[in-house]
Every structure is written in structure tokens, then in C-alpha cells.
């Protein structure tokens, strides 16, 4: 069975925590993917910037819904997630986008369990880590390429 060794990308488009969004969002068009690791400057991986997470720049600031109980307005929606979405939205650099401590998988993860990660849990970009460091990276067209490979 094949494993992420056998279909990562290992030549990995990175980006480092203090890279501006307009770089990120450059790179994403140029190079025509989905996502982007943030690592440091020892290539462990601190997070993802993804298509998405760029997105989210367009959207309205979110005003928190509240109610009204015994005259106290008290939030729908917690103030942490609240500050979380207006840091994505006011977002200047690739830390302040990014989506940390991403789920990540070994090189010798088996496809069959991939695919399933990225269909179950909607991913499209899952970065490869060994021994604590960024050595490559599985997309969703790493995973077709299988399909049309020679038998």
C-alpha cells in the first residue's frame, strides 16, 4: 500500500510566521495551491495558511449576537472565538492568518487514511512531519495522481 513518502511533494512552498498575507496570498496563485506550512527557522511546523483562511479577510466583522436576561446582555458566541475570527479578518501576516498546531501526518502514513482525513475532516493540505520537522506535504492531487498512474 502506498504511503505519504511515496506521493508528498518534498519540495515544500514555506513561509515563515512574519511573511505579509499578500505574499502568502501570491504565493498560493502562483504556485496554484491550496496551502501553506509556517515553520521557523528550523523547519518545525508552526501552522497552515489555506485558501480559506485568506477568504475569510472578505467577510463582515461578525457582531456578537447576544440576549437579554434579567437586563444582562450575555454573548451567543464566546468572546475567544469572537477574537479569533477578528484576528483572522484583521490579519497583516502569515501568524496572525494561520491555522496553528495543524493536524499533521508521518511519512509513513498509509493513503487509505489519508484520503480519509481529507474527506471526514475536510482537508486539502496535510503537511508531512518527522522527528519534529516539516519534510513534505500531501494534497488532494497528490492523491489522484495515484489514479492515473501505470499499474
Known amino acids: 500500500m502506498l504511503?505519504?513518502?511515496d506521493i508528498m511533494t518534498t519540495n515544500v512552498v514555506t513561509v515563515k510566521p512574519q511573511t505579509p498575507i499578500t505574499e502568502v496570498a501570491r504565493l498560493l496563485l502562483e504556485k496554484h495551491i491550496n496551502g501553506v506550512p509556517v515553520?521557523?527557522?528550523?523547519?518545525?511546523l508552526l501552522g497552515i495558511v489555506c485558501q480559506s483562511d485568506?477568504?475569510?479577510?472578505?467577510?463582515?466583522?461578525?457582531?456578537?449576537?447576544?440576549?437579554?436576561?434579567?437586563d444582562t446582555f450575555i454573548p451567543i458566541k464566546s468572546p475567544a472565538k469572537l477574537?479569533?475570527?477578528?484576528?483572522?479578518?484583521?490579519?497583516?501576516?502569515?501568524?496572525?492568518?494561520?491555522?496553528?498546531n495543524p493536524?499533521?501526518?508521518?511519512p509513513d502514513t498509509a493513503i487509505d487514511e489519508i484520503a480519509d482525513l481529507m474527506v471526514n475532516k475536510n482537508f486539502h493540505t496535510l503537511p508531512v512531519v518527522e522527528n519534529g520537522k516539516l519534510v513534505g506535504i500531501v494534497g488532494k492531487e497528490d492523491i489522484l495522481r495515484t489514479l492515473t498512474a501505470s499499474k
Open 103 to 106: 493536524l499533521s501526518i508521518g
Open 54 to 70: 485568506l477568504i475569510v479577510q472578505q467577510k463582515k466583522l461578525p457582531l456578537p449576537s447576544v440576549f437579554n436576561l434579567l
Open 3 to 5: 504511503k505519504a513518502r
Open 39 to 44: 515553520v521557523d527557522e528550523r523547519k518545525k
Open 83 to 100: 477574537e479569533k475570527e477578528i484576528q483572522k479578518i484583521s490579519a497583516v501576516n502569515a501568524s496572525q492568518a494561520m491555522s496553528a
